[in-house]
């Protein structure tokens, strides 16, 4: 099977298609205000949203599920979300805190990326599907869902090793949105940040070499050695 990752928005907040054969599975669906980015991304790869066939959430923040919404009503894409954040993807209103040092222009540049691209404006979905810890998914590349819980109750790690990658969304982040830190660490705005080491751990022996996070550049390398740099 042919199959290709696709990189769409940036380092502040980004979505991730994995396009084969059989279609495209978007991995978390950005900002709101992100259509244009996701048709163009996808016009250069000679993909269509059309191509869609499901988004796949690490999670259901805000800034996770931008666009499910309209690629659901608008072309009939269900969003496929762990069950514990069903709730959070549809607007359920959760606590948590910042997390970590701030810095003004790092924080600056985060707010007002979401503000641009409709973050204070989110549009939670109508309809979901819930998965559970070790589902994998009909859909392209076959996603195996890892649970994950720490940053949120539905958390969960990614898998799809036909693009030898997984996906852990805000369990950690190579650019702390808040303070501008390159170093690998947990995610802000968690909830309960101790859980997270203890679920990561379940990836520690997985073989993909390209670990994609919810903000900041890829990691290339194994799980075991992002683990490795993780500061704590």
């Known amino acids: 099977m042919n199959a290709e990752l696709i990189r769409i928005g940036d380092d502040i907040v980004a979505m ?18 992100d259509r244009r980015i996701l048709q163009r991304a996808l016009e250069a790869a000679g993909r269509r949203p059309e191509d869609i066939r499901g988004v796949v959430l690490t999670h259901g923040d805000s ?7 309209w ?9 496929y979300v762990h069950e514990a954040d ?10 948590s805190a910042p997390g970590g040092a ?15 691209r409709g973050g204070l ?34 958390s969960v790690a990614i898998r799809i090793p036909a693009v030898d ?12 949105v808040l303070n501008g830190s390159e170093d690998v660490q947990l995610g802000p705005f968690s909830d309960a940040p101790e859980q997270t080491p203890e679920s990561l751990e379940r990836l520690r022996d997985l073989p993909e070499q390209t670990i994609v996070v ?8 194994t799980a075991a050695e992002m683990l490795g740099a993780l500061k704590r």
């Not at 991730?16 to 205000?33: F, N, Q, R, S």
């Not at 996770?64 to 919404?69: D, F, L, P, R, S």
């Not at 709730?87 to 606590?95: C, I, N, S, V, Y």
């Open 16 to 33: 991730h298609a994995v396009a084969t054969d059989e279609g495209i599975t978007l991995i978390d669906a950005g900002l709101p205000g």
């Open 86 to 95: 069903a709730g959070r993807a549809q607007g359920e209103k959760t606590p």
């Open 63 to 69: 800034d996770h599920i931008g666009v499910a919404e």
């Open 165 to 176: 990658a997984l996906f852990v969304g805000d369990a950690l982040t190579t650019r702390h």
């Open 102 to 116: 701030m810095r003004l222009g790092p924080t600056l540049r985060f707010f007002a990326a979401a503000l641009r």
């Open 121 to 154: 404006r989110p549009r939670h979905l109508g309809e979901v599907r819930t998965v559970q810890d070790g589902d994998v998914l009909p859909l392209p590349g076959s996603p195996e869902i890892i649970g994950l819980p720490g940053h949120s109750p539905g």
């Open 71 to 79: 690629l659901r009503t608008e072309y009939g894409v269900p969003t």
């Open 214 to 221: 919810g903000h900041g550049p890829i990691f290339h390398g």
